[in-house]
């Protein structure tokens, strides 16, 4: 199993920098996500060969692998130009993968829930001109149902992948989505089964508690999402059952912590999340 961090809180740490950071923090694993001199959120890298070769350097001299590149691109919109703009980032994201080393990505399904069919056709469209890429660099995906993409609901997403059907597509489970997802981690984990490679860890309060007003948004009606990364402990997510079914699941993958709320206390939430995850596994023997 590999214990990861998601060092978005510390997203100013220069990234050649960055791989000793994480190792002080405790991480012998980062799940590196969009950054804006990397891989940013929806344009294509901002990497050349030479900064990629100097910062796999960087990881080695640090002793910290990355357990996934998570690149977000809108691959599976309702525009079809933007849907091929995606496609042109995901396959230089793929090979700068392929040049770390790394044999897992994770992404979001992305498109549009008011508009899941035309969606879930472009997903289709660009799976079928990356999984080629994909597989001749022995890169493994995992993807995850996020608030506001065309898939929201957990069994949905599993549904999906394994219409994918293919051994490269595998399912994450993201503990702060849990209410999006249907909230039901441990019916969505065991229907998951061994599709399920990936886990977000990171708590989150309950949005549909409180007969939908935990929170008020305004205007009414708004379609808009929300939910939180916030340590272990602080929101509603029972991760003593999350935990439980994971190992009931056998669950050998990556764990990540994912908090994203306290960028001002980044290295304090960090270690903590690294020991709470230690405790829960304690737990497992």
């Known amino acids: 199993m590999k214990i990861a961090l998601d060092p978005y809180m510390i997203r100013h740490v220069p990234l050649l920098q960055l791989p000793a950071v994480v190792a002080e923090l405790g991480y012998e694993w980062m799940e590196l996500s969009p950054r804006e001199d990397f891989i940013p959120f929806f344009r294509h890298p901002r990497v050349d060969d030479g900064a990629v070769a100097k910062f796999r350097k960087a990881l080695d001299s640090a002793g910290v692998g ?9 691959w599976s919109g309702p525009d079809e130009d933007a849907r ?46 990356l999984l080629p890429l994909l597989e001749r ?35 994450l489970y993201c503990a702060p989505h849990t209410f999006h997802l249907g909230g039901d981690a441990p019916g969505i984990i065991e229907y998951a ?9 990171a708590d989150t309060f309950d949005h549909t508690a409180s007969s939908g007003n935990r929170y008020i948004l305004n ?19 029972d991760f003593g059952e ?10 050998d993958g990556t764990l990540t912590a994912c908090v994203f709320a306290w960028e001002e206390r980044a290295a304090e939430s960090s270690r903590f999340m690294r020991q709470k995850i230690d405790e829960y596994l304690a737990d497992w023997s």
């Open 193 to 201: 089964g061994d599709l399920l490679t990936h886990v977000h860890l």
């Open 84 to 129: 091929q703009a995606a496609v042109r980032y995901w396959r230089r994201a793929i090979q700068i993968a392929a040049d770390l080393g790394v044999t897992s990505m994770i992404s979001e399904f992305n498109g549009r829930p008011e508009d899941p069919d035309r969606s879930e056709a472009q997903f289709w469209k660009s799976m079928d001109d």
């Open 66 to 74: 990355i357990s996934s590149l998570l690149p977000l691109f809108r």
């Open 219 to 237: 205007p009414p009606g708004t379609p808009a999402r929300i939910h939180q990364h916030l340590d272990i402990g602080q929101g509603e997510v």
């Open 137 to 171: 660099a022995g890169i493994h995906l995992a993807l995850e149902p996020h608030p506001d993409d065309f898939i929201e609901n957990g069994y949905d997403a599993i549904n999906l992948i394994r219409g994918i059907n293919h051994p490269n597509v595998s399912f």
């Open 242 to 251: 999350l935990f439980g079914a994971l190992r009931a699941n056998g669950f």
